[in-house]
């Protein structure tokens, strides 16, 4: 029996972990809580740079501002409760303004979402992403998947666009299953040219 000691590499900014160092160097460049951070999703779609962390956090400190304003105590008994108010109309209106200041980039709103800390219930990253891009060709062969990889496209999987990590985990088993796979399979994922401006329901 051996014992093997092996390194582990930590994000300074956020929880991540790994065991293997450029691809958690590339993470912490890139990671959504990192002040100075690049943004691997603009400069892939359109070879813009994001904008200071502090001017795409402006709306939703202005937002938290404005709850705290508002926010009420109740004392009941000895107990005191601090109520906040919900400020649905102006969330949205700040959710707006942070996607217009990012330049519709899913990536940057969440940045200054998880950095600014404020309560934005109505953001959802997932569809974001999903209203940023739409399906283009089918891909068709390893090298044209590896190339997109390569240059980190973002890829469709099962009408969901997938950051190009999440597809470069998978086995190459599976990966040559959905290459056959018909309808469904793998597609290139472009931006879209004309948004939907979304906001998730409210209930």
């Known amino acids: 029996m051996k ?3 092996k390194w ?4 300074d900014f956020c929880k991540k972990a790994g065991t293997y160092g450029p ?3 590339k993470h912490e ?3 959504t809580m990192n002040p100075g951070r690049g943004c691997g999703m603009c400069d892939r779609l359109d070879n813009s740079f ?3 962390i502090e001017t795409l956090m402006a709306p939703l400190k202005e937002l938290e501002a404005l709850r705290l304003k508002q926010t009420k105590t109740t ?3 000895d107990l005191e409760i601090e109520g906040s108010p919900r400020l649905v ?3 949205k209106a700040a959710i ?3 996607r217009k200041l990012s330049g519709h980039c899913p990536a940057c709103m969440l940045a200054a979402v998880r950095q600014s800390k404020a309560d934005v219930e109505f953001f959802d990253y997932k569809a974001e992403v999903k209203n940023k891009f739409k399906k283009g060709g089918r891909i068709t062969s390893v090298f044209q998947l590896e190339t997109a990889i390569k240059h980190g496209q973002w890829i469709y999987l099962h009408d969901t666009p997938k950051h190009p990590s999440w597809i470069a985990h998978m086995t190459f088993k599976t990966v040559m299953s959905l290459l056959d796979c018909r309808p469904t399979g793998l597609y290139f994922a472009v931006p879209n040219e004309k948004e939907t401006i979304w906001t998730r329901s409210i209930g």
């Open 89 to 91: 109309d102006e969330t």
């Open 8 to 11: 582990r590499y930590y994000c």
């Open 3 to 5: 014992k093997v000691k």
């Open 75 to 77: 004392t009941i008994g």
């Open 50 to 52: 994001p904008e200071p």
């Open 96 to 98: 707006d303004k942070l």
């Open 23 to 25: 691809p958690m160097a």
């Open 29 to 31: 460049k890139n990671c």
